[in-house]
């Protein structure tokens, strides 16, 4: 009887692990509501060398620490490293994507594991970081089994669908292909037609759907055949289960079944990162015991607005990077001229006039029914300057404003040119590319009031001002990335890759770590432990640099396997 093979193996111990994942949720599930029933409950706490008596926390806990410590590594190995590699190569439509998400099922569920098998006390009772892992193990389970589905019929539709190509035509669009392969794919896809070479626009102008007169290439499908024989899409090709699956699933599924778990495919794609990036924050929060009771309030308002920048800086890395460069957002000029152009300023300018607009009504929760103190007020008059910031950076970005503020000038002035004068009435080059300062402004003046904020302990007070003074750190660097353009607008179509922007990206990716750890409780569990500010500073630092260099790791894989994909000329995989 013939062993099975290394790939079958593989794919059999991930679906295990994957359903072991899923199946203890139940039991594990019991024993947290038990321990969740009781109304008011009791931290365990303990007494430190000073008589000082501090919760009991799991990061205090002696017994079972080995476990925790291994689950801890296994879902940084797998939210951290091993998801983004595969979102990157399910955005780019790679055949290998499926091998990543299992891999990362197999990780992620043997984490979940020792943390089942965890046997102590329940020290934090009803965290969310419980139930939110639970439904993002789910989530990652379910787009596992649409991808395998999407795969095996969208293999059923590509069997047979080869069109003779002429010499002609293969010419065309080698010329095409080599022209592209100078340009950096980017990191998100969402639009664009068009700019990528395995579009449709691109490939009505290469394939030819009907015969030719010119010499046909008899070869063409063998050929292809065998340059895939070893980069099947399938994990198990040859196997029992993968003929099963073949012969099973197309069948199964209609096509307007498949086009909405292709939506959700695409969906889970865009923001698992996010929800991962929730997920890890919920649970340092309960490893250290934070936030519990009234306190939690301080720990959202620190944890959302520290991620918030956090995530802007990994945009604004992911920008430099060559993201979204299809629709002119990599500081370059938008390859398709067509439809109405949203810019990255209008859209960051959105963020800050949504955040004003909002939060406006939640700084006074954690002193709800009672009177408004001045700091109260700070923090009202920060959200209106976020308010009427982001409007005025909207404003800004409005050709429809910039054209009526030059009405004036053009009905005075316009009669009276010829023709042979009709350049100077042409827009500056300067119009061309959005420059507005105005979302940098609102993050230098929110970096200069938290860097001298006064805060109840040195160690507080010190943190705040390490994160304020980066986001004016930030600031500077964009303005600076404005001044570089205004001299020098972009005119090509790749990214401009200003210098600036990665520190730009480091400060607001640094700025907005510190900024979660600010919190009060952080701050306290700090000096309880006899550590300073610049323990975190530090620690933040090397974070941040490290990840910095990883986001651009993976954003280049996404172009290696976008170009891997598109080795083939007779191919088409539509990328979403």
């Known amino acids: 009887m013939r062993s099975p093979s290394p790939k079958f193996v593989t794919f059999t111990s991930a679906i295990l692990l994957g359903l072991t994942s899923v199946a203890v949720a139940h039991g594990h599930d019991e024993d947290m509501n038990m321990n969740m029933g009781e109304s008011s409950i009791t931290h365990p706490t303990m007494t430190s060398g000073a008589n000082v008596t501090l919760p009991e926390t799991y990061f205090r806990y002696g017994e079972h620490s080995a476990l925790l410590a291994a689950h801890i590594f296994l879902m940084t190995i797998a939210w951290v490293f091993i998801l983004p590699i595969g979102v990157m190569l399910s955005i780019s439509r790679s055949r290998y994507n499926l091998l990543v998400q299992f891999v990362f099922l197999a990780v992620n569920g043997a984490g979940v594991l020792l943390v089942t098998i965890y046997n102590g006390p329940d020290l934090y009772p009803n965290n969310a970081h419980h139930k939110l892992g639970w439904i993002l193990t789910w989530i990652t389970g379910a787009q596992a089994v649409m991808g395998v589905i999407s795969a095996y019929t969208r293999r059923k539709d590509d069997r047979g669908s080869f069109i003779p190509v002429s010499t002609q035509n293969i010419e065309q669009h080698q010329r095409i292909h080599n022209m592209n392969q100078a340009q950096i794919y980017r990191f998100s896809n969402d639009s664009g037609q068009g700019t990528e070479p395995n579009t449709e626009s691109l490939r009505s102008q290469s394939i030819s759907s009907t015969h030719s007169d010119d010499p046909q290439l008899p070869d063409v499908r063998r050929e292809h055949e065998e340059e895939d024989q070893d980069e099947k899409m399938s994990l198990m090709q040859g196997s029992k289960v993968d003929k099963f699956l073949s012969e099973k699933i197309p069948g199964l599924v209609s096509g307007r079944l498949l086009r909405v ?316």
């Open 261 to 576: 778990f292709q939506f959700f495919y695409n969906v889970i794609d865009r923001v698992i990162l996010i929800l991962g990036f929730v997920a890890m924050s919920t649970g340092i929060v309960t490893y250290g015991g934070f936030f519990i009771g009234p306190a939690v309030f301080n720990g959202l308002a620190h944890f959302i607005k520290g991620g918030v920048f956090f995530w802007y800086g990994i945009l604004t890395i992911g920008r430099w990077a060559g993201c979204f460069a299809d629709i002119g957002w990599a500081w370059n000029i938008k390859p398709d001229k067509g439809g109405r152009r949203i810019t990255a300023e209008f859209v960051e300018s959105f963020l800050i006039f949504f955040y004003g607009s909002t939060n406006v009504f939640l700084e006074h929760l954690t002193a709800w029914g009672e009177k408004w103190s001045a700091q109260d007020l700070e923090h009202i008059s920060i959200t209106v300057m976020f308010f009427g910031g982001g409007l005025c950076g909207m404003l800004i970005e409005s050709t429809r404003i910039r054209s009526l503020l030059n009405v004036t000038k053009f009905s005075q002035i316009h009669p009276s040119y010829g023709s042979e004068e009709s350049q100077e009435l042409q827009e500056p080059k300067s119009y061309a590319f959005p420059m507005n300062p105005i979302p940098a402004l609102v993050v230098l003046l929110l970096g200069l009031m938290m860097s001298s904020h006064h805060q109840e302990s040195m160690v507080a007070t010190m943190i705040h001002s390490q994160w304020g003074t980066l986001l004016v750190g930030a600031a500077f660097a964009r303005t600076a990335t404005y001044i570089l353009f205004y001299l020098s607008p972009p005119a090509s179509v790749l990214p401009g890759r200003p210098p600036t922007e990665l520190i730009t990206a480091f400060c607001l990716m640094a700025g907005g770590m510190i900024f979660m750890a600010s919190a009060r409780d952080l701050t306290e569990a700090m000096e309880a432990n006899g550590l300073d500010a610049m323990f975190i500073f530090t620690v933040s630092m090397g974070v941040i640099t490290f990840l910095m260099a990883w986001i651009i790791v993976v954003v280049a894989i996404k172009g290696w396997a976008v170009r891997r994909e598109n080795r083939s000329v007779f191919t088409y995989r539509q990328v979403a």
